[in-house]
């Protein structure tokens, strides 16, 4: 757990990543999801919406180091890119970014905020969402074979399993009890995102990265939430 928490946030000592890692995953992606809806109900409380909506943006990067977001510019510049597969890993490995990670990360910025601007998503809607957002993350591994050998995700990628995927219930049960039948709509929502974005990285680098895997859960995450915001 502490591997998962130091990997995926900023808290926890620096720990070595091992095939248990992905396992815990959903616990952490829940803990995070806690924090953020936390600070919506907060801020919603004290700002104007879309000050609070700032307000909940910054937590949400902060808490997460912005990792994901580093994830999603770098996948938008190797999928984007029209050259062949060594130079799309190339890209995505480089230290600045491209039009095309200027392009998708501003564009999923926006989004949230705006997604995030809405005062009525209650907390266990976060805990949930973000939850499956990490679910989908390390269930990837299982599917598609790893694009870099050698890379950051090698040495806990023989901890994922399909099986990781029931996790999944139980964030389904607690978005229906909360939203009715569109919650675990937002959950398939968030599945044919990953899917989309998971078949467009096999085609083109021939598998999944840790920047994928990044991009999955951001773009996940703000599917599930603009499917529960146009219920409202």
């Given at each position: ?68 977001l ?9 999928l ?9 890993l ?47 993350a ?55 995102t ?9 085609r ?29």
């Amino acid at each position: 757990m502490l591997s998962a928490l130091s990997f995926l946030t900023i808290f926890g000592r620096p720990a070595t990543p091992s095939r248990h890692t992905f396992r815990w995953f959903a616990v952490v992606g829940a803990g995070v999801g806690a924090a953020v809806g936390g600070v919506h109900l907060g801020a919603h409380r004290l700002w104007p919406p879309l000050v609070a909506a700032a307000v909940v943006l910054a937590a949400d990067l902060l808490l997460t180091g912005a990792l994901h977001l580093d994830g999603l510019a770098d996948t938008a510049d190797g999928l984007g890119a029209q050259v062949d597969r060594a130079r799309r890993l190339d890209l995505m490995s480089e230290p600045g970014i491209g039009a095309f990670a200027l392009a998708a990360g501003g564009a999923v910025l926006v989004a949230r905020w705006a997604l995030l601007a809405e005062g009525d998503i209650e907390l266990p809607a976060f805990v949930c969402i973000w939850a499956t957002s990490r679910i989908l993350a390390a269930s990837v591994p299982a599917f598609v074979d790893y694009a870099r050998p050698g890379g950051l995700v090698e040495a806990f990628r023989a901890g994922s399993s399909r099986w990781l995927l029931a996790w999944l219930a139980p964030a389904v049960v607690g978005l229906f009890f909360v939203r009715g039948p569109i919650g675990p709509i937002a959950v398939g929502s968030a599945l044919v995102t990953c899917a989309g974005v998971v078949a467009i990285a096999k085609r083109r680098l021939g598998g999944f990265s840790g920047d994928v895997l990044g991009a999955v859960i951001m773009l996940s995450e703000t599917t599930a939430l603009l499917t529960l915001v146009a219920a409202l």
